[in-house]
């Protein structure tokens, strides 16, 4: 049985749509998925980049697209009061409601990592950051961990390390034998993976991603 991991974040839209789409990509083949809850702002700031809803053109068109996507999915996704937002809480209650590290279970289940989301993107338009929300949802989830405790915030900072370490630039992004698929739109590309398109099996792979060097934009 092959593995997924998946990489991801519930400030991310496009993590939420990747998520619910992810069955259906996978449907028919027999295949294990282990959820990496991460800190997107991590990425960024470790590799200098903005996220979308940073720049306001860019935002706009985000929104609107996620949420034709959401349509195209068949549900309605709906804003938080504010957005972005700080989501340490709730990634912290990912890792809390799972084992320590190293233990059996120590990855947060699918169904913990739907609730998150659920929290976010159909929250009817409440901020996802309320402490009120937040009590109620760490309540109905009944972590293992506490979620506040130093425990909690190292393995979410090495799980952010560690996916920064192997290549991870963004969410949702999810690896299949060593390759990573980044985005909900790559879902075609890596089922096509796990079908055993033989574009993975020669050099395509590699070829694409060769360094064509060129110019430099100055910062």
Not at 20 to 43: C, D, E, M, T, W
């Amino acid at each position: 049985m092959k593995t997924i991991t998946c990489y991801l974040d519930p400030i991310s839209p496009y993590a939420a749509l990747g998520f619910r789409a992810l069955p259906q990509a996978l449907q028919g083949h027999s295949v294990a998925v282990v959820y990496r809850p991460i800190l997107f702002a991590g990425l960024l700031n470790a590799l200098g980049h903005q996220g979308p809803a940073e720049i306001a053109p860019k935002r706009a068109w985000t929104y609107r697209q996620v949420a034709w996507l959401a349509h195209r999915q068949g549900w309605t996704l709906q804003m938080p009061a504010a957005h972005p937002f700080n989501p340490l809480a709730l990634l912290r209650l990912a890792w809390a409601c799972a084992a320590p590290a190293g233990e059996p279970g120590d990855t947060p289940a699918r169904w913990v990592v739907e609730q998150l989301f659920q929290h976010v993107w159909q929250g009817e338009g409440q901020a996802a950051d309320d402490p009120a929300r937040l009590a109620a949802l760490t309540e109905r989830l009944a972590p293992r961990q506490d979620p506040a405790g130093e425990a909690v915030r190292q393995r979410l900072r090495a799980e952010t390390d560690a996916a920064l370490a192997h290549g991870v630039f963004g969410v949702p992004s999810f690896e299949l034998d060593g390759r990573l698929f980044w985005g909900q739109d790559a879902l075609p590309m890596l089922r096509a993976a796990l079908d055993g398109d033989p574009w993975f099996a020669g050099a395509a792979w590699d070829d694409a991603a060769r360094p064509r060097p060129g110019v430099q934009r100055r910062r």
